[in-house]
């Protein structure tokens, strides 16, 4: 690389030579001849004076010119090293870097020219990377143990049964049913890690759909459990037509509704509402509940987060429905507004681009 900027360099003030002496020797010449040829008789007398003649003139200037490649190249040569210096420094600090040193940064100042603001690029890219990993190592520890606890019980469960030498028909077959429990626990983990992958791999489609639509058939198929429950259910559905992939957003609507009925009281309420506003659409969905800190309401839309032992001691879900709708949304370029009701529970409103609309922000 050096040597390449080195033989640019030297081109360029070799180049700019040239023209001074095109610009300067030449026209000198040419006027030193033109006088030459317009000289009195040689019966004249006229006064002598020192001079360079048109050869003298040429032949200097092609000495200087002969001159200037090694001067030219010396120079390239010194301000290239210079202007590699800073660059060179930055691929070194990026390959300790991109070695395992994410913690490492360039910290190349505050003086703000391209290599410096590159630098300044690299380590934002560098400190996303870092959180990036963090984030993928803390979520990689939350799913072993969230996967390795119905694991544990179910071998227990299985070690006991066997180990008992005076178990009967009833005693296997309530093991066999607790191990069936601890399965299906297991199989909707897995489930729902999968969705949560889904959505962070982005919108792989793009159909027109209405999210009224999309409501409907979910609360369908919640009707039992909203009994079960014991909430009060509203629903104020307006027409809502966007572009995206169906089944992300179905989940999306799905972890936003389940998250509503399961983290409510008895005698609660959910309202979902859909709407239209422009060249947008809202997805809204409130729900009473618990009071939640304000400052607590961002954290519960990362993987495994949860604001205490399921809210109500036992572990009813997994810390992963809000990190699904949080990763569906960012795939679809949606604005997540969330908030803490005062009286208790939550607000979500998902603002997607309306179908006319589709790359609206």
Known sequence: MQTRLALAYAAGIYAAGVLVLLFVAVPLASVDAATSAGRPSPGATAEAGPGIGPPRLLTGSAVALALLIPVALTLGWFVSGRFLRPLRAITATAKIISAGDLHRRLDLGESMDELTELGHTLDDLFARLQASFDAQRHFVANASHELRTPLAGLRTLLEVALADPDADTDTLRSACQEALALGEHQERLVQALLALA??????????????????????????????????????????????????????????????????????????????????????????????????????????????APDRHGHHDGYGLGLAIVNAVAQAHRATLIAGARPEGGLSITVWFASEAHPNHP
Do not use: M, W, Y
């Open 198 to 307: 889904t959505g962070e791999r982005g919108v792989t489609r793009r159909d027109a759909l209405d999210l009224a639509h999309i409501v409907e058939g979910v609360l369908a198929s919640r009707r039992h459990q909203v009994a079960e429950k014991g909430v009060d259910l509203t629903e104020h559905l307006s027409p809502a037509v966007t572009a995206g992939d169906p089944g992300l957003i179905e989940s999306l609507v799905a972890n936003l509704i389940d998250n509503a009925i399961r983290h409510n009281l008895p005698d609660g309420h959910v309202r979902v509402a859909t709407q239209s506003c422009g060249t947008q659409v809202a997805l809204t969905v409130t729900n009473s509940g618990p009071v939640i800190p304000g400052d607590q309401v961002q954290r519960l839309f990362q993987p495994f987060q949860r604001l």
